[in-house]
């Protein structure tokens, strides 16, 4: 990927640093001074209660990092110079985690969370520098990227934006590009629904919403529509993908296709359909459908019970500890900041279709 011509890079280590801070510092609330040395966990013994599954989270977390902020830093700097930066900065960030997670209660602070994240980050910076080093996987990355996709930072952006949304699909115990089970409450009482009806009706008019909203995202950053329709299928199978791998992983055999069902199968097809049909409109037009669908998201999203079904649905996990906590209220954050995040983005790309036309 080449660096000085893209935003890419940066835009996505920004973003993955914002997920690494909320989870390593989430409920922030609480925050109290115990009256110890925040860096006493360094010389501390090995933890005494340690699972290969918090070992295995931890590497996997700081990959993307270390992967991220080596590309960010190459050029001007060489492969093996940019490792060394984006290894340095995933430590200094876990460091600083550890020594935050010390005025927080439910939070300890461990040195074996600090080398398992500081493997992870130099993992990640090893397989940048060694791709950024072949011209082939960097030349055929960046002509990807021209090819299919509009030219500009906000394009990247945008890009980013996409891939950040991916983050809310990682709770496998919700609906395949869905975000909130509709249940019993208030809220579908004022829909003028029944429990049953609500999760029915509601919840596959979500999904629908959450794939146009992408689809039409979608052909505002790529050159064709074909490229757009083709990137959108793409994504719902990747989604799909990471449903299935996640749930076959974390989820207990009984609810392994809790993610799918009759209906969200349904929603996507009618979803993807309207995506098509609004393929031969313009620009303007495609944005404002973009809009409409990220704000009808957010209306859905208002009227979805207290607390998001991820938090509910922990019984259906094979591990119900507070690693999985974290998991899926990041999932959860990411999934109802992402339609803000997408509507403010509709105003940067209006500002830059307006300098285009004048």
């Known amino acids: 990927m080449d660096a000085p011509k893209s935003r890419l890079p940066l835009y996505l280590a920004l973003g993955y640093t914002l997920l690494v801070l909320y989870a390593s510092l989430t409920p922030f609330s609480g925050w109290r001074d115990a009256g110890q040395d925040p860096l ?137 590009l869905g975000i909130v089970f509709f249940s019993t409450g208030i809220q579908a009482q004022l829909a003028g629904l029944s429990a049953e009806n ?57 609810a392994a296709f809790l993610w799918v069902s009759n209906e969200i199968v349904w929603a996507i097809l009618l979803g993807a359909l309207f995506v098509a049909l609004a393929a031969p409109l313009s620009r303007r037009w495609v944005r404002r459908l973009c809009a409409a669908t990220l704000l009808g998201a957010i209306a859905l999203a208002l009227l979805k019970p207290g607390e998001m079904q991820s938090f509910l649905s922990l019984r259906l996990f094979r591990w119900s500890d507070l690693q999985l906590r974290h998991y899926t209220g990041l999932a959860a954050t990411v999934a109802a900041v992402w339609p803000y995040a997408a509507l403010l983005y509709l105003l940067l790309l209006r500002a830059r279709d307006r300098r285009r036309i004048s």
């Open 40 to 176: 006493a966990f360094v010389n501390a013994p090995w933890p005494r209660y340690t699972t290969v599954f918090d070992i295995v989270v931890n590497v996997l977390a700081y990959i993307p990092l270390g992967f991220l902020a080596t590309l960010v830093a190459m050029p001007p700097a060489r492969p093996a110079l940019a490792a060394v930066a984006g290894t340095v900065l995933g430590i200094a960030l876990s460091f600083t985690m550890e020594i935050a997670q010390a005025y927080l209660p439910g939070r300890i602070s461990s040195n074996l969370d600090l080398l398992t994240n500081a493997a992870g980050a130099a993992a990640g910076a090893i397989i940048a520098a060694r791709a950024g080093s072949a011209p082939f996987i960097t030349g055929r990355i960046a002509s990807w990227r021209a090819r299919l996709f509009l030219a500009g930072g906000d394009i990247d952006l945008g890009i980013a934006l996409i891939a950040l949304w991916f983050f809310s699909q990682l709770d496998p115990s919700l609906p395949l």
């Open 198 to 254: 609500a999760y029915r009706i509601l919840g596959p008019v979500s999904v629908s919403l959450t794939l146009v909203s992408l689809g039409l995202m979608l052909m505002l950053l790529m050159r064709s529509m074909r490229s757009a329709l083709a990137a959108l299928a793409l994504l719902v199978w990747i989604a799909a993908l990471t449903k299935l791998v996640a749930a076959s992983v974390l989820l207990r055999s009984e």
